[in-house]
């Protein structure tokens, strides 16, 4: 039988090939799907020709080759931008493990040739003239829209696993039904998919999902799905109806993640890429089946950043996609509603990156003096509220409202490493949600690890203790609870009495370097701002064999109002809020206090001495020259403080005129103060 060879540019090409071939001696045919789609008058993009010629021969016959599969016979030859594959008729060998033929062997002619090929539409063969060459009948099952193997199917799909799923993609792209004697062998084949390996499985698979049709529906194994797909007890059958009512493969993958148990988006990627699908598919099947998650959800959704960021990387038409895959699965809905309900909410949401901010970070790091990832959580703050009308995109609007935010940020272990300037990044930092004593975990953390320093906080501390068991009051989310613990010698044990004036200091430096410069020290270490309580220090040291743990607990009412303090309090204490006059970040007073007392550390273990601090600490030191009441034991001393000496111990001139040493370790009250 006789058909037109096609006019085309490629076919012309093919034409010449097959002509030089020819004439030296050769035989060389166009086969494959090249022939079946020139019957059907389909378009034909690659050409393969069989040919008798050796593949050494086709090298020496043309000019520009390549030996791509030159163990298969196959040279490719390059014509005026066009490749051809051309093959050396082959025959192969019994397959042993269902993946490769034992052997290829090419002492054949093309019959032999096309009866290695898998279905009978894809084993004819065209010469220079269009004359066909269809030992198999492929023809006359081309025009009744057949699918039937070449020789004994079930032994055909032992050989090659992939047939099987081969045949279902045909019946797919081609809208053509399986024969029954090849159906038969089918239904019995799922195991063959086995071996095969998941990249030509996802070749056909992505072919098949993209053109299959309702109709094969009916047809279709589960079986053979799940193994073509690899994916454990995939009941493709409950899904396909309505999966192919979408369109592309990607989009009917996505359906099928929202319509099956398979719907977690963990799971979703996993599979994907147990079937080697690329990065790109995987990140745009997923953002589809977020999309339309959150869609479907909450209608109309919240603009959220990853809603946004994925509109912004896969265009609005994304949005519009994902509606069309909720129409097909609530019947109650219509499409043309649901797309103007969705142009119409992106209207309203005009910014969908953090880039469409009318602040960047580089504004937030040059006017906030911000840097690390808490530069990040601000603009999607930011953007969070931008984007659902909450907040105008304007330059200072934004800037207000990030120093607002950064101001109220709760407690956040990275943003505080992030900030640290004199202590390193990898110190350890153990963050709390709540705890009722940081100076009790700071000491069992210190016994666990073998490091010189570590801290840990909490912006929620349920009963702090102060000195001798009394309850230091921190609302939730307004105060800090920071304990730093350092590892020291045993002979550190003798300085005891220095370590609580040096916490005072350093609470003192820290708090200076973020603009208080009015707290005092009350000795020896709570911290008075315009003398009212902000912070409490409570210093605990023991001995551990040959080293001495010693924990520096610190309470500072940071954000909290004259209201959230008790009564019989108010009086007394304050916070830094309400001496300030605005809110202060609690993230960055907890990474410069970290930077100090990781400064105290080195300091302290060049050799420093409390005599060196001495004059410092006179300085900020508000006891000096005040009447003070002091329990030693069962005594009670009253006198007039006057001085510190070099081992940080306070002196008092009693009323009888008598100076009386007292140790840090002692109670110390004046006469108001009780707290
Ligand atoms: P398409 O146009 O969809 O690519 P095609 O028929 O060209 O269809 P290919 O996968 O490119 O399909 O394979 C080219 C030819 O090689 C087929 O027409 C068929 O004759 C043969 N073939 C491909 N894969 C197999 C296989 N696993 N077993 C037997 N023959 C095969
Ligand atoms: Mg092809």
């Known amino acids: 039988m006789k058909i037109t060879f096609p006019a085309t540019e490629n076919f012309q090409l093919a034409k010449r090939l097959l002509q030089t071939i020819e004439r030296s001696g050769e035989e060389a045919y166009i086969v494959g799907g090249a022939v079946r789609d ?5 378009q034909v993009n690659d050409i393969d020709i069989a040919t008798s010629a050796t593949p050494e021969k086709i090298i020496q016959l043309f000019a520009k080759t390549l030996p791509t599969g030159i163990a298969h016979g196959t040279v490719s030859v390059y ?15 019994p397959y042993d493990d269902g993946r490769h033929p034992r052997y290829v062997h090419f002492d054949t002619n093309l019959v032999g040739d096309l009866s290695r090929r898998d279905f009978t539409i894809n084993a004819m063969a065209m010469d220079q003239n269009g004359e066909l060459r269809d030992p198999f009948h492929g023809y006359d099952d081309l025009m009744a829209r057949t699918i039937r193997a070449v020789g004994d199917a079930k032994t055909r799909f032992q050989e090659d696993g992939l047939r099987v799923a081969r045949a279902f993609r045909f019946a797919a792209t081609h809208g053509f039904t399986i024969a029954e004697s090849t159906m038969v062998a089918l239904s019995s084949s799922a195991s063959f998919l086995d071996k095969v390996a998941a990249e030509r499985r996802l070749e056909e698979w992505n072919k098949f999902l993209g053109a299959l049709m309702a109709p094969l529906c009916d047809q279709l194994p589960d079986d053979i799905i799940s193994k073509w797909t690899g994916w454990k007890d995939f009941l493709f059958s409950s899904c396909c109806h309505q999966i192919s009512k979408a369109e592309g493969a990607n989009d009917r993958l996505a359906l099928i993640f929202l319509l099956t148990k398979f719907g977690a988006v963990v799971k979703l990627e996993s599979m994907m890429r147990t079937l080697r699908y690329s990065k790109k598919n995987i990140d745009e099947v997923q953002a589809l089946v977020q999309i339309s998650r959150t869609w479907q959800v909450t209608s109309p959704a919240r603009m959220t950043i990853s809603f946004g960021k994925a ?22 809905l219509t499409l043309d509603d ?12 005009p910014v969908r990156t953090l880039k469409d901010l009318a602040i960047q970070g580089s504004d937030l790091i040059r006017d906030l003096s911000l840097q690390g990832p808490i530069i990040g959580m601000a603009l999607e703050h930011l953007f969070d509220l931008v984007a659902n009308g909450q907040l105008p995109n304007t330059y200072d609007a934004l800037l207000k409202e990030a120093n607002e935010w950064i101001m109220e940020a709760v407690i956040d272990e ?3 490493r992030n900030m640290l300037q004199k202590a390193p990044k990898n110190l ?10 940081t100076n009790d975990v700071a000491r069992e953390k210190m016994a666990e690890a073998k490091v010189p320093m570590l801290a840990v906080f909490t912006d929620h501390q349920e009963s702090g203790r102060g000195r001798q068991g009394r309850a230091w009051v921190s609302p939730p989310g307004k105060g800090l609870a920071l304990s730093v613990a350092f590892r020291l010698e045993a002979d550190d044990m003798n300085r005891l009495q220095e370590w609580p004036l040096f916490a005072a200091l350093t609470v003192r430096s820290a708090l200076s ?13 709570d911290i008075f701002i315009e003398g009212k309580k902000v912070c409490g220090i409570l210093t605990e040291m ?31 204490v304050t916070s830094l809020k309400i001496t300030q006059m605005k809110s202060i970040s609690i993230n960055i007073l907890t990474a410069r206090l970290i930077d100090e007392f990781y400064e105290l550390l080195l300091t302290y273990q060049a050799k420093k001495r409390f005599s060196d601090q001495k004059d410092e600490y006179e300085r900020y030191c508000m006891t000096l020259g005040q009447r003070i009441h002091v329990r030693q034991g069962h005594n009670a001393v009253t006198g007039v403080a006057t001085r510190i000496d070099e081992e940080g111990t306070l002196w008092i001139s009693d009323d009888q005129g008598s100076d009386i040493p007292i140790r840090s370790g002692e109670i110390i009250e004046n006469s108001e103060d009780r707290v």
């Open 38 to 42: 020139t019957i059907l008058e389909r």
């Open 79 to 93: 014509e005026h931008d066009h490749w051809f594959e051309v093959t050396t008729y082959r025959e192969e060998g």
């Open 311 to 332: 509109l912004s990387s896969y265009g609005e038409k994304l949005l519009e996609r994902a509606v069309r895959l909720i129409v097909i699965q609530d019947a109650s």
């Open 338 to 349: 649901e797309l103007a309900h969705a142009a119409k909410w992106l209207n309203e949401h």
């Open 414 to 416: 990275q943003v505080i």
């Open 428 to 437: 350890m930092l153990y963050e709390y949600k709540q705890l009722s004593s």
């Open 513 to 525: 370097s973020i603009g208080i410069e009015k707290a005092m020290i009350k000795w020896p270490n």
């Open 542 to 572: 023991r001995s551990v064999g040959k080293e001495v743990h010693l924990v520096i607990g610190i309470g500072i009412n940071v954000n909290a109002e004259l209201s959230d303090f008790p009564d019989d309090l108010k009086s007394k």
